[in-house]
């Protein structure tokens, strides 16, 4: 493996010297992507999350949603706590949150890694704005689409609750933290995620462009044309690769509904590596990863709902050509100030540490 992993190295250099244009084009267009759909679209959702489970007042805040979940899922409110937020503030927040609770001992390595099967979702804001407005020209449909993730998970995360031994979860000190102290700590650990999952697209959109290069993507295009992809079919291996390029999605055709549902339960390659980057080896991913075909299969069958809101053209938006143009728009610089500021609440906090030391 090492070998192999040596050469696919070796020839990643040597085409990022040859096609030095292509590739630049490549990494400005993530770029502008983080700037001008990421971050806003998740930045928010996944510093309320990290806030509410670190506060704990999660406890409290979804009881009404958690009560009927616990009975339903069978499984502790908590869980059902967990389950909500995982699917509402974007991928990495599920795995966060269920990895810190193996870490604290409250919750077993094999349950974190049952938990993670379900708890596993891209958060409303990301598909209304960017599936639902971008591809669709429609909120409802991006509304429509979400609700069918959501479904999907929960119907999986009833599978897997109610199926085998019920997952326990050591009770917890029922203090809350209401401190500054903890949401500025939420604010940074929401920081680390971004950089993470920012850093990944952009090494992402060199894998993608050395697919174009080397006549990979067009082999990719002919294989999903075969099985009715339509036009979508060249905006599909990149969204197997790193999600947002789903905003490639043609919108016409009642297949494009089903299709951006399987691809967002999927997740592609990129969320995937950072879930398990963020697991660190805390949670065990092989039921993960098995359970992302039947929870796409769902999807598509339950986003069919959204077809009504397919086939507007006009609604399409090329990539990356719009995008880099609006590097400097408002949506990016606001984008450029948030993680600046973050960068500086990390620096000093790590500063802090080195003193304390």
């Keep these: 493996m090492k070998y192999i992993l040596s050469c ?3 020839l990643a250099a040597l085409m990022i010297l040859m096609y030095p244009a292509e590739v630049g084009g490549a990494v400005g267009a993530a770029v502008s992507s983080c700037l001008e759909v990421m971050i806003p679209s998740l930045f928010g959702f996944t510093v309320l999350s990290v806030y509410l489970q670190s506060s ?3 406890r409290v805040a979804l009881k009404p949603i958690t009560v009927p979940l616990s009975r339903l899922m069978r499984l502790d409110e908590e869980l059902c706590a967990v389950f909500v937020l995982g699917n509402i503030g974007g991928y990495p927040v599920g795995a966060r949150l269920i990895s810190e609770l193996v870490r604290q001992g409250r919750l077993s390595r094999d349950d974190g890694g049952r938990m993670l099967c379900f708890c596993y979702g891209s958060g409303p804001s990301f598909v209304i704005s960017i599936v639902g407005q971008r591809v669709f ?6 509304a429509v689409i979400f609700a069918a993730c959501f479904l999907s998970s929960l119907t999986i995360g009833c599978i897997v609750s109610r199926c085998g031994r019920r997952m326990n979860l050591k009770p917890a000190d029922e203090r809350y933290d209401l401190s500054s102290g903890c949401f500025v700590s939420a604010v940074m650990s929401a920081a680390k995620v971004m950089y993470t999952v920012c850093a990944m697209i952009v090494a992402f959109s060199v894998v993608t462009a050395a697919a174009d290069i080397t006549g990979l993507s067009e082999l990719a295009k002919g294989a999903f044309e075969q099985i009715g992809a339509g036009a979508s079919s060249r905006s599909i291996l990149p969204s197997l690769l790193e999600i947002s390029g789903i905003k490639g999605i043609f919108p016409s055709g009642g297949f494009a509904a089903p299709l951006c549902g399987a691809l967002l339960a999927f997740g592609g ?3 995937i590596l950072q879930i398990s980057a963020v697991t ?3 949670v065990p991913l092989r039921g993960f990863l098995l359970s992302r075909l039947p929870a796409a299969a769902l999807t598509a069958l339950l986003s069919c709902a959204a077809i009504p809101w397919c086939g507007r053209e006009e609604a399409y938006m090329p ?4 995008l880099q143009a609006q590097i400097f728009s408002v949506n990016a610089g606001m984008s450029v100030c948030v993680m600046v500021m973050c960068g500086i ?3 000093t906090e790590k500063r802090y540490k080195k003193s304390r030391s």
């Design 280 to 282: 660190a080896g805390a």
């Design 345 to 347: 609440l990390l620096a």
């Design 319 to 322: 990539t990356s050509g719009t």
């Design 56 to 58: 704990g007042l999660y």
């Design 8 to 10: 696919v190295s070796l």
């Design 137 to 142: 020209g429609s909120a409802a449909a991006g």
């Design 269 to 271: 390659v990129c969320v």
